[in-house]
């Protein structure tokens, strides 16, 4: 994809327990973004959000609810429910449609406020079969982790480094909501949930009010000194029962093979820079690695092993700690756009990888031990 | 949930929904009841999915022909699940497991049982995928998915 939409600003809210209430916190941020991009409402041509309803907020409809916050009075609006990294490609297809020169793009979650992670993940569970054996995203996990540890002699130490490294980067990011200094020992010794997942293994779940405006390349160029162009996105979706999938081949591949053609990219473990991808549970850092072809199939665990995958390695992967340190459910894989963006600006403070950045890699996934993938290569 | 140091307003949404079963499924819950599981046949590529389905989701054609599958078949993944939550199966702790029914193409979701499970170092020594495992029949069926109370090792 040429150069044809960038994103000229972002903005994003702390992943902590907030006193705001999500009004006002989708608010802010869309006055932040607009008030960076030297813009203010009447230049927003288009608006998409992601969010959900009653599970990650307590209300329905809630977009009728928070239209007004986002500055959509008057304007194309629509919302989209699941991974909201679907939320950009649907905002640079309508730029690329011709009629609209800047989108806003907004998710919005409030984590704090809502049950549990499981409780509103049982619920994407069929009522008749699998809600019935308490399926949640998480046993999910635990069972695809087990397969993953017993077919290519992963282990678990192997996974908890995932923890390690992610929540240890998350101290330079000052939005992470969990961070911390820990070790194999510490990250394998936390409470036993669901063996074999550990506590430190399970992302929080967090605040995340994430804003972007996206541009067509004329007016990019007018508006924004450091336009990221969008290269190339794709996504894939897997079946749906669990026990119908193959949970060590799923569809990562095809997501980031229809995203790095779109992007012209053939060999990803040199072009691309930096990734920022969505982990909620350690070792699926591991498997997105070989999903993403940083490596092959089975050694995620031994590239992880190589620092490859650190802030000095040849491709650092979370640098703001990913989804371990910063859990805003439903806007989790937006904010990993905003962190690549912050990357390729030079931008991102404390936590910015020590290397010139020219391509970056952002990854969202929902749905049971990802049972849907979208990525979205960023670049110069 | 604990207090918080600011205002908060505690609200909680309870929605009765009464949801069809439809044919498919009303069979195959039927089938539990009288301890038998239902799978169906993809007659494209053949594959036999349990529980049983109306239509085969990779082939996209109806899947209509009825299976009985056997009760016996091979652990393919299990976790130990030590702690609470809303919706779960069972007091924990319990072992939620993928098992490759003999003679079926998918992997059935259900639960491990049938010795104790207190001690997780215990549970370790006898549970291990790949193993032998069989249904297990709860007295009062319902036609409901835990009428299979779990699945024993063999
Ligand atoms: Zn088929």
Redesign the interface.
């Known amino acids: 994809m040429a150069k044809q939409v960038a994103i000229v600003a972002v903005a994003q809210n702390a992943g902590a327990e907030s006193k705001d209430n999500f009004y006002d916190q989708a608010y802010a941020v869309t006055k932040e973004v607009l008030d960076k991009a030297g813009m203010t409402r009447d230049d927003i041509g288009t608006v998409i959000s992601a969010s959900s309803d009653v599970f990650h907020g307590g209300i329905s409809c809630a977009n009728s609810y928070y239209w007004e916050t986002t500055g959509a009075f008057l304007k194309n609006a629509s919302r989209q429910d699941g991974e909201s990294l679907f939320a950009l490609f649907y905002g640079a297809m309508r730029i690329m449609t011709g009629h609209y020169d800047t989108a806003l793009v907004i998710g919005l979650c409030k984590g704090s406020e809502n049950p549990s992670n499981d409780t509103c993940t049982l619920m994407y569970a069929d009522p008749f079969y699998q809600r019935g054996v308490g399926l949640t995203e998480t046993m999910a996990a635990a069972l695809q982790m087990r397969l993953y540890m017993e077919r290519y002699g992963v282990t678990e130490e192997q996974c908890a480094k995932v923890a390690v490294k992610n929540l240890g980067n998350g101290l330079r990011n000052p939005y992470a909501h969990k961070k911390g200094r820990y070790t194999v020992d510490d990250i394998l010794g936390s409470e036993r949930l669901i063996d074999p997942l550990t506590a430190l293994q399970v992302a929080p779940k967090s605040e995340g009010m994430v804003a972007l405006i996206l541009a067509s390349a004329k007016k990019a160029k007018e508006v924004a000194d450091k336009p990221v162009w969008i290269k190339g996105f794709g996504s894939s979706l897997d079946n749906y029962y669990v026990g119908d999938r193959d949970l060590l081949n799923g569809q990562l591949k095809n997501a980031a093979d229809r995203a790095y053609k779109m992007a012209g990219i053939t060999d990803p473990e040199k072009k691309i820079d930096v990734a920022e991808i969505t982990e909620p549970y350690a070792f699926q850092e591991l498997m997105w690695y070989e999903g993403l072809g940083f490596c092959k199939e089975g050694e995620g665990g031994r590239l992880m092993d190589s620092g490859f995958t650190g802030m000095n390695g040849r491709i650092p992967v979370n640098p703001s700690g990913g989804v371990l340190a910063n859990n805003p459910y439903v806007s989790r894989g937006l904010q990993r756009v905003v962190e690549a963006v912050l990357q390729i600006r030079g931008e991102a403070g404390e936590k910015q990888v020590p290397k010139t950045v020219k391509t970056a890699l952002a990854h969202g996934t929902h749905g049971y031990a990802g049972q849907c993938h979208a990525v979205a290569i960023l670049g110069r | 949930m604990e207090a918080?140091?600011?205002k908060t307003i505690k609200?909680e949404?309870r929605?009765p929904?009464e949801?069809a079963?439809g044919a498919t499924?009303t069979r195959f819950?039927e089938g539990l009841k009288n301890k038998t599981i239902y799978g169906t046949k993809c007659t494209k590529c053949g594959r036999i999915?349990v529980?049983a389905r109306s239509f085969c989701?990779?082939c996209f054609v109806d899947a209509d022909q009825w299976v009985e599958v056997s009760q016996v078949g091979t652990l393919?993944?299990?976790?130990?699940?030590?702690?609470k939550?809303?919706?779960?199966?069972?007091e924990p702790p319990?072992i939620?497991?993928?098992i490759r029914l003999n003679g079926t193409d998918?992997?059935?979701?259900?639960?491990m049982g049938g010795f104790d499970l207190n001690n997780?170092d215990e549970v370790k020594k006898i549970i291990k995928?790949g193993m032998k495992v069989e249904a297990v029949w709860s007295d009062d069926r319902k036609g409901?998915?835990?009428d299979i109370k779990y699945f024993r090792p063999l």
């Open positions: 918080k140091e600011y609200t949404i929605l929904y949801l079963y499924w819950f999915l529980p989701p990779r393919i993944a299990w976790c130990y699940t030590n702690y939550y809303f919706g779960m199966p069972t319990f939620g497991s993928l998918v992997n059935f979701l259900h639960l997780f995928s409901h998915i835990m």
